[in-house]
Nanobody, 123 residues
Framework: VQLVESGGGSVQAGGSLRLSCVASAYTYWTMGWFRQAPGKEREGVAATNRGSGQTTYSDSVKGRFTISRDNAKNTLDLQMNSLKPEDAAVYYC???????????????????WGQGTQVTVSS
């Protein structure tokens, strides 16, 4: 079981980044993106279910971020637009064998995690 993120980097405020996650050999029921800034707890950013296409976003990113998945390719993307300095964090791809409906972003519900990718936003 492996989740591998890519796409992190540095960007100026107002810019965009696209994160991608590849899941090896399995299509999970619910997948999501979480982030953790220094000194803060890990928090949910967005999550989505296989099949139903249900999505959930945190209030802080709603309208700016878009989560999408390709079940055939076992990939999960996060398009991040209008980035703010407070979006800077390590972003993690996560997955669970459970079907979460709606796909709530509770850290303990997600069993599988990627290694994380750094997103830096300068003002």
């Amino acid at each position: 079981v492996q989740l591998v993120e890519s796409g992190g980097g540095s960007v100026q405020a107002g810019g965009s980044l696209r994160l991608s996650c590849v899941a090896s050999a399995y299509t999970y029921w619910t997948m999501g993106w979480f982030r953790q800034a220094p000194g803060k707890e890990r928090e949910g950013v967005a999550a989505t279910n296989r099949g139903s296409g249900q999505t959930t976003y945190s209030d802080s990113v709603k309208g700016r971020f878009t989560i999408s998945r390709d079940n055939a390719k076992n990939t999960l993307d996060l398009q991040m637009n209008s980035l703010k300095p407070e979006d800077a964090a390590v972003y993690y791809c996560a997955a669970t064998d459970w079907y979460l409906s709606p796909p709530k972003m509770v850290v303990s519900d997600f069993k599988y995690w990627g290694q994380g990718t750094q997103v830096t936003v300068s003002s």
